[in-house]
């Protein structure tokens, strides 16, 4: 046997505690997912700035001219 060669027994212990490792590094990130679920602030409102409606160079189908006439009125605000 070479000197430099690894032994099948060593690859076999190192893929082991590399598994061992990583299980157990999944399972403190999953633990932890529920002290970091504490400090986070939920979004409560999300404000959609629309793009403008030029009714001279809107260029697309009535659909899509509908549906930006919907979404900029929806988010208006009055």
Request: hydrophobic share 30%; glycine share 6%.
């Amino acid at each position: 046997m070479n000197g430099n060669a690894v032994s099948e027994s060593s690859a076999k212990t190192k893929w082991k505690e590399y598994r061992d490792k990583h299980q157990q590094r999944k399972k403190d990130f999953y633990a932890n997912i529920a002290k970091w679920r504490e400090n986070f602030q939920s979004i409560q409102d999300v404000i959609i700035v629309p793009d403008n409606v030029d009714m001279k160079s809107f260029c697309g189908t009535e659909g899509e001219l509908r549906f930006a006439i919907e979404r900029l009125y929806a988010n208006d605000g009055r």
